[in-house]
């Protein structure tokens, strides 16, 4: 649970990263989770992960409204315009508004999944903060994979063996808080050497970007 933003006790509960084997099964599973859902948005903070969430998303079924440039005047603290026929609601972190408070409503649940760890921290922690200022309950879930690019600079394969102990597979996910405190700890070392944060297109973009030549985990 989240505290403090705002001064009064959160609406926003804050669930465990699932941890999937692949990038793929990673989106498939967003999307399916965002179709079965009542009132949802799905964040991506790179737009390779939106163009993958919208086909994952036709191939469910679902079409998909996605914001990437602006998030335009949708009014999530209201029922409209969220998990209606129109489709499942897909944008970029950039695109959402700067946190702003609002007062408490009675609306339903807002189910927030975000597609992937950003490689600093204070990049999830403004999906947080916006999610805050809702003035509706929200669960924030992220959903990752094996194959994140910020893992992989962290050598996360010696992590495997033991994530196949606690009975892994392709097609379930992994919440347990090992793996919460190494995507913590890889963001914490990504900041230390971090010359910037520009936005990218992908994660592989955003580490040519904003890393050194020599990479963090080595």
């Known amino acids: 649970m989240i505290f403090g933003l705002f001064g009064k006790r959160s609406r926003v509960a804050r669930e ?4 999937w084997r692949t990038w793929n099964t990673k989106i498939d ?54 998990g209606t026929a129109q489709g499942v609601a897909v944008a970029l972190t950039r695109t959402l508004p700067a946190p702003k408070a609002a007062a408490p ?30 003035g509706v309950p929200v669960r924030l879930r992220f959903h990752d994979s094996l194959q994140s690019a910020l893992l992989g600079m962290f050598n996360v394969a010696n992590i495997a063996p033991m994530l196949e102990k606690l009975g892994m597979t392709d097609d379930e996910a992994i919440e347990h808080s090992y793996v919460d405190g190494a995507i913590r700890n890889a963001q914490k ?15 592989e973009e955003w580490m040519r970007l904003n890393l050194p030549a020599q990479p963090p985990g080595s």
């Open 16 to 19: 465990p990263t699932r941890i």
């Open 105 to 134: 409503t009675d609306d339903p649940e807002l189910l927030v999944l975000v597609a992937g760890h950003h490689f600093l921290s204070s990049e999830d922690e403004r999906i947080a903060a916006w999610c805050e200022g809702l």
């Open 189 to 203: 070392r990504t900041a230390s050497v971090a010359t910037g944060s520009r936005a990218a297109d992908s994660p």
């Open 29 to 82: 599973r967003v999307a399916a989770e965002a179709v079965a859902a009542e009132r949802v948005l799905v964040v991506a903070h790179f737009r390779v992960f939106v163009d993958g969430i919208q086909k994952a998303l036709e191939h469910h079924g679902k079409a998909a409204r996605v914001y990437t440039d602006a998030f335009g005047s949708v009014h999530l603290g209201s029922a409209a315009g969220l």
